[in-house]
C-alpha cells in the first residue's frame, strides 16, 4: 500500500504565493504520475496540475502561468509552487497519484486526505 501526505496549505492573501509538497511512501511501487486536485465549496473536484514521471505538465486554464507543478522522481514527491494567488483559488487541494505495484502487476489511483488553502484579506 502506498500512502500520499501533503503540506503547505494555510492562508494567504491575494496576490501571495504558497508552496504545496505531497510524499509518496510504501513498498513495492513505481509512480506513473502525480498530480493536484482541488474542491471549492459546493463545486465538485477539479484537476489543478499534472505531472508524468516523463515531466510531461497538465494545468488547468484558469492557473496557467501562476502554478507550476514538479517532481522528484527519486524521491516520490510532487510540489505545487503556487504563484499570485486568488481568493477563487480557495479550496482543499488534494494529491493524487497513478501508482503501479511491482508486487501484484497492477495499477490503481491513490489519494491524500487534502490540505486547505485560503486566499482572503
Known amino acids: 500500500q502506498v500512502q500520499l501526505v501533503e503540506s503547505g496549505g494555510g492562508l494567504v492573501q491575494p496576490g501571495g504565493s504558497l508552496r504545496l509538497s505531497c510524499a509518496?511512501?510504501?513498498?513495492?511501487?513505481?509512480v506513473t504520475?502525480?498530480?493536484?486536485?482541488r474542491q471549492a465549496p459546493g463545486k465538485e473536484r477539479e484537476l489543478v496540475a499534472?505531472?508524468?514521471?516523463?515531466?510531461?505538465?497538465?494545468?488547468?486554464?484558469s492557473?496557467?502561468?501562476?502554478?507550476t507543478i514538479s517532481m522528484d522522481n527519486a524521491k516520490n514527491t510532487v510540489d505545487l509552487q503556487m504563484n499570485s494567488?486568488?481568493?477563487e483559488d480557495t479550496a482543499i487541494y488534494y494529491c493524487n497519484a497513478v501508482v503501479w505495484s511491482t508486487a501484484w502487476g497492477r495499477s490503481y489511483i491513490d489519494w491524500g486526505q487534502g490540505t486547505q488553502v485560503t486566499v482572503s484579506s
Open 24 to 30: 509518496a511512501s510504501g513498498r513495492d511501487f513505481r
Open 33 to 37: 504520475s502525480m498530480g493536484w486536485y
Open 50 to 61: 499534472l505531472i508524468t514521471s516523463g515531466s510531461t505538465t497538465t494545468y488547468v486554464e
Open 63 to 67: 492557473v496557467k502561468g501562476r502554478f
Open 85 to 87: 494567488l486568488r481568493p
